[in-house]
């Protein structure tokens, strides 16, 4: 007695009426066919088959979203493509962050901070001295940059 194979829509309506056998078929059926368009995207073997087993989950707790009139085949390789690419998505977002804050560790950040800060000291120090009188500008060099006493500084300026 010769066995007829059914097609993946008989397959696919008899998992709906019940027949859990029939949905462990088709996915004997796909399964290494999926993981293999799954590799094209993800080019990792065991991320496709994870994938491939999301598919699979997916297809069987959202049953009913099957629309007979495409192949089944098509219904599965849509599924896996649009999981594939959340995930290479996902994993975009997480590397870059990842590579973010490895590149940017806690101390590389307050040494970026204090840099800001010193040449914002910096420039509103310019700017404050840059508004001063000359004399003033010449004491506080003195004072601040050479080191010189008030005393020394003020027979500076006895001296002119």
């Given amino acids: 007695m010769e066995k007829i194979e059914k097609t993946e829509k008989e397959l696919y309506q008899e998992f709906l009426n019940g027949n859990k056998s029939s949905f462990e078929e088709l ?87 204090e840099k800001v800060f010193r040449t914002e000291r910096t420039r509103n120090l310019k700017d404050d001295m840059n508004k001063l009188k000359k004399e003033y500008k010449i004491a506080i060099y003195l004072a601040d940059i050479e080191g010189l006493s008030y005393k020394e500084i003020r027979k500076n300026f006895a001296k002119k």
């Fill in 27 to 113: 996915v004997i059926k796909n399964k290494d066919k999926l993981i293999y368009f799954l590799q094209n995207y993800l080019k990792n073997i065991d991320i496709s088959e994870d994938i491939a087993q999301d598919v699979f989950v997916y297809i069987l707790i959202h049953k009913t979203n099957y629309d007979f009139k495409y192949s089944f085949r098509t219904y599965l390789y849509t599924i896996g493509k649009s999981k594939a690419i959340n995930y290479i998505k996902r994993e975009k977002k997480i590397i870059y962050n990842d590579e973010i804050l490895n590149n940017m560790q806690l101390h590389d950040k307050e040494e970026l901070e």
